[in-house]
């Protein structure tokens, strides 16, 4: 079965400090994706970055790149240059890839608090 | 502008009512999923749907059941509310194919039940 696993329950990051935000995943598909999503304590779900499992390259978006390691089967999320409104709830999430490229089930982990200090 | 609608922000219902919670989306989207989210748990799926009519259980789906008899509209059952349904429910809606595609959610439900 699928599993998205987080270790890392809360965090803490010095202003304009990197901080790399763990996500292990397992499955035995081939093709799946993943993402990260960001949610403040206003509690709305946002996008961050996007990786398939056939991209050569890591996903950057801005100051957030995602460190893909395949045989690893990890996903990190990794933040340059924290800011103050970085501070918020972290999830992983993974898409399973059915035939022709469909969407069958999309799964998220538990989540990493990160807290940006001054 | 996308748009992920949950019919309820707050809800408060007794033990033992049915609850509906519903979403729509304006995206045509095919895919639409129900969450939960509690502390420590993260968002777990519940169920979800690729179709009209079509549905697929998610990893915790005993005490719920689900209907899409529209495609934009996926509503979340609650046959028999218990307190521990006491939860955050998120709606989300994605694009069925595509490689790149996001998943939008709605703004949340947070249920209580007592």
């Known amino acids: 079965a699928q599993k998205i696993t987080q270790t890392q329950p809360g965090m803490f990051v010095q202003e304009k400090e990197a901080v790399t935000l763990d996500c292990t995943y397992d499955?035995?598909?081939?093709?799946?994706?993943l993402f990260w999503y960001k949610q403040p304590s206003s509690g709305e779900m946002i996008f961050l970055i996007y990786?398939?499992?056939?991209?050569?390259q890591n996903a950057t978006e801005g100051r957030y790149s995602l460190n893909f390691q395949k045989a690893r089967k990890s996903a990190n999320l990794v933040i340059s240059a924290s800011q103050l409104g970085d501070s918020a709830m972290y999830f992983c999430a993974m898409r399973e890839v059915g035939y022709g490229g469909a969407t069958n089930k999309l799964i998220f982990g538990t989540g990493t608090l990160l807290a940006v200090q001054p | 502008d996308v748009k992920v609608t949950q019919s309820s922000r707050y809800l408060v219902k007794r033990t033992g009512e049915k609850v509906f919670l519903e979403c729509v989306q304006d995206m045509d989207h095919e895919n639409m999923f129900w969450y939960r989210q509690d502390p420590g748990l993260g968002l777990r799926l519940i169920y979800f749907?690729?179709?009209?009519?079509?549905?697929e259980k998610g990893d915790i789906p005993e005490g719920y059941s689900v209907s899409r008899e529209k495609k934009e509209r996926f509503s979340l059952i609650l046959e028999s509310a218990s307190t521990n349904q006491t939860s955050m429910y998120l709606c989300a809606s994605m694009l069925r194919t595509g490689f790149y595609t996001e998943a939008f959610f709605g703004q949340g439900t947070r249920l209580t039940v007592v």
């Open positions: 749907s690729y179709d009209v009519k079509m549905k």
């Open positions: 990786q398939g499992s056939y991209d050569e």
């Open positions: 499955t035995s598909d081939q093709s799946y994706g």
